[in-house]
Antibody, heavy 118, light 105 residues
């Protein structure tokens, strides 16, 4: 079975940094693009970042220059390094991917919570 | 970035009703449009991809249509388990979601 297990969330002060991980299993990790999608409390879904199977990276304008996505195919893990965090980055961060179309997300982890507050 | 706008933001309906949600893109996205359902406390579920392709296991009462800039999600006969929030998402250029439509009693 496909599994995506996010970790690394927590409480961080504004301006701080945090690194999220998503450990994947149950599929050929190196063949797929992986994404991060976030959901602020009581709000809608916001796509954050993607990394292709070739290592190409994509970011939402709201996080460009502050967040860095990377992957380690040997560990079947995708990472999201977040710096210069703001209160508006507070959200549940999901790891997700599309098994048929890279950008239609049919597999999701349960998410990890990031809270940016002083 | 491509902006996605859903209407309405919320709607009230009854079991058995036919419900239609509209999603408009700020530019043409061909058929690169996906629909998700999210119930409280749960992860989003992909219902429809490529504007009209029903994902496996999704009941046939769900239907998607449209192309270019305007798309619809229709639930032909609302069931109790369909009360949820629905999101459209464009996959033409990166990914962006609509703000969601809450379907409630």
């Amino acid at each position: 079975d496909v599994q995506l297990l996010e970790s690394g969330g927590g409480l961080v002060q504004p301006g701080g940094s945090l690194s999220l991980s998503c450990a994947a299993s149950g599929f050929t990790f190196r063949s797929y693009a992986l994404n991060w999608v976030r959901q602020a409390p009581g709000k809608g879904l916001e796509w954050v970042s993607a990394i292709g199977n070739d290592g190409s990276t994509y970011y939402a304008d709201s996080v460009k220059g502050r967040f860095t996505i990377s992957r380690d195919n040997s560990r079947t893990t995708v990472f999201l390094q977040m710096t210069s965090l703001r209160a508006e980055d507070t959200a549940l961060y999901y790891c997700t991917f599309g098994s048929s179309s890279g950008w239609a997300f049919d597999y999701w982890g349960l998410g990890t919570v990031v809270t940016v507050s002083s | 970035d491509i902006q996605m706008t859903q209407s309405p933001s919320s709607l009230s309906a009854s079991v058995g009703d036919r419900v239609t949600i509209t999603c408009r893109a700020s530019q043409s996205i061909s058929n690169y449009l996906n629909w998700y359902q999210q119930t409280p406390g749960k992860v989003p579920k992909l219902l429809i991809s490529a504007a009209s392709r029903l994902e496996g296991g999704v009941p046939s009462r769900f239907g998607g249509g449209g192309s270019g800039r305007e798309f619809t999600l229709t639930i032909s006969s609302l069931q109790p388990e369909d009360f949820a929030t629905y999101y459209c998402q464009q996959s033409f250029s990166g990914a962006s979601f609509g703000q969601g439509t809450k379907v409630q009693i």
